[in-house]
């Protein structure tokens, strides 16, 4: 049950299957405890870590990835294992023990029905033990992996923020979810159904929940992770969302109950530090880094070698249904030629099922030394980003993306489809004025890439000297506005909103968070 007195600091459960770090005052594990899949894993170390160092009652839960959280740990002797468990009971940090956690490699699984497993058995461990242990004022959970608890928070009187990172959703009968040791009788009415059951015997044998709608639907406040997805969510876009989950998004944000919040890149995207880079650079000297890296990915790669050449670079996995390589393959034989004497090439860093139409094309037109398609690196695409002038992203829909957020930090300029959190953190760049970040074409299509790209090559024209002082200033305002400090206090800010109470007690006129004010 929550707390009572008001005097007390609110209790905060974040619920999450994925985290890259902890802070060290949380316990003694706590920087090997890595399990990375996605952005999810980036925001949940971030909010943690600003509730933390905030001075909040932030606990957390995840699954015990034994293999993954100890590395070399792991091949120590049980006793000793033991040891380092011992101190984590009077942490803040609390692990989902089951066997099926311990010896994973990655946090999902590639088969459905394995996923679906985990997930119930993570939910299982945080309704029936973590909770009644933490007392949590405020639940903060995240995908349809955690999306039975919302519903059993609302049934125990716990405020609850659901995060839709995604909109895949699963479903699956009740008599499953109790047979894994959930006992649903006690919420299931608050669990949404594919149908309206007639009662609780019907809706166990009949009726399917789905699990993300659920998600949704319990949950006292939800957000999307950008601000523009949500509306278009609401306004109908997007055939790809199951209505459900459109339905009960709508009717969330017609209540005032949602919110947009975009992630922002891992922190160790930083051009001045990495190591993946043979130069690195600041916004000071960005034309002479990235002419150093340019060269190295060039001659990597076996394109041109030429520091002048106009280099666009393909960060993201090679899927026509969101993505959008099919729209660079169509023009890809065309923009190379009609470019031909300015030596634009392209980049492609990515796997995906369109990777072969690449292939196909680069050989059929003898393009190998202006296109480059090889299988992702995380090295490599961290030096594509430092040597690039521009980076590709013309998604169909974008949850939020975040290598249009990566490639400012290097220098890069994003070419993107006004869609998401593409449209939320890309503006049209103009070099009289001094202001934007990229290039973004509002109508999904070939003619709409091509646009952009011509743009972008304009911008590429013009004299060094303007180039490299647009390049600084985008630099340096990407590395204020994406700043995981930036979602961090936005998160707060919805916390203390719902629980009509500040996390910690502040001075009078002390703001939010490490003196930031609400906005």
Not at 146 to 156: D, K, Y
Not at 457 to 474: C, D, K, S, Y
Request: charged share 20%; glycine share 6%; with cysteine.
């Amino acid at each position: 049950m929550p707390t009572d007195a008001k005097s007390q600091h609110p209790r905060i459960l974040i619920v999450t299957p994925e985290i890259t770090y902890l802070p060290q005052g949380m316990g003694n594990m706590t920087q090997r405890m890595s399990a990375k899949a996605g952005g999810l894993a980036d925001v949940s170390a971030s909010l943690v870590s600003a509730l933390f160092e905030l001075g909040a009652d932030v606990h957390v839960a995840l699954p015990n990835y034994r293999r993954m959280f100890q590395g070399d740990v792991f091949d120590l002797h049980e006793k000793e294992l033991r040891k380092y468990h011992e101190v984590l009971p009077d942490s803040n940090i609390h692990l989902a023990e089951d066997r099926i956690f311990y010896y994973r490699e990655q946090v999902y699984s590639d088969h459905s029905e394995e996923s679906l497993r985990i997930a119930l058995v993570f939910q299982r461990e945080v309704i029936n033990h973590i909770i009644p242990q933490v007392r949590p004022d405020l639940i903060h959970c995240n995908d349809w992996m955690t999306s039975l608890i919302p519903a059993m928070a609302r049934r125990r009187g716990i405020k609850c923020l659901f995060t839709v990172h995604n909109i895949h959703t699963r479903q699956v009968s009740l008599a499953r979810i109790e047979e894994s040791g959930i006992d649903a009788a006690e919420f299931w009415m608050n669990l949404y159904f594919t149908s309206p059951p007639q009662n609780y015997h019907h809706a166990r044998s009949q009726v399917p929940v789905d699990l993300l709608t659920s998600g949704i639907f319990a949950s006292h406040y939800i957000n999307t992770v950008s601000p523009r997805f949500l509306w278009e969510i609401v306004e109908g876009w997007h055939e790809v969302v199951p209505s459900s989950v459109r339905e009960e998004l709508r009717q969330k944000y017609h209540a005032g109950c949602s919110a947009g919040i975009l992630n922002a890149p891992d922190s160790s995207y930083q051009p001045s530090t990495d190591p993946s880079l043979v130069r690195n650079y600041t916004a000071d000297d960005v034309i002479a880094g990235k002419a150093a890296n340019k060269l190295v990915l060039q001659r990597e790669l076996q394109l041109k070698q030429d520091p002048d050449a106009a280099v666009f670079f393909w960060p993201s996995r090679l899927d026509p249904v969101q993505k959008g390589p099919q729209l660079l393959t169509d023009i890809l034989h065309e923009i190379v030629s009609d470019y031909w004497n300015r030596s634009l090439q392209v980049v492609v860093v990515a796997n995906g099922p369109h990777q072969h139409w690449f292939d196909k094309i680069v050989s059929a037109f003898d393009l190998h030394d202006r296109v480059a398609v090889v299988n992702f690196d995380e090295r490599l695409s961290r030096l594509a980003y430092a040597g690039s002038d521009f980076m590709l992203m013309p998604s169909l829909f974008e949850p939020c993306g975040l290598p249009q957020m990566t490639a400012p930090l290097y220098g890069s300029l994003p070419v993107v489809h006004a869609t998401g959190g593409l449209y939320d953190t890309i503006k049209p760049i103009d070099a009289e004025d001094s202001t934007g970040n990229g290039f973004r074409f509002e109508h999904y299509g070939t003619g709409g890439l091509r646009w952009a790209i011509d743009r972008a090559m304009e911008f590429h024209a013009l004299p060094t000297a303007i180039r490299g002082r647009e390049l600084a200033r985008v630099m340096r305002e990407s590395a204020r506005e994406f700043s995981h400090h930036e979602v961090a206090r936005r998160y707060i800010a919805i916390y203390e909103e719902m629980l009509d109470r500040p996390l910690v007690e502040r001075q009078s006129g002390e703001s939010l968070a490490h003196g930031e004010s609400a906005g």
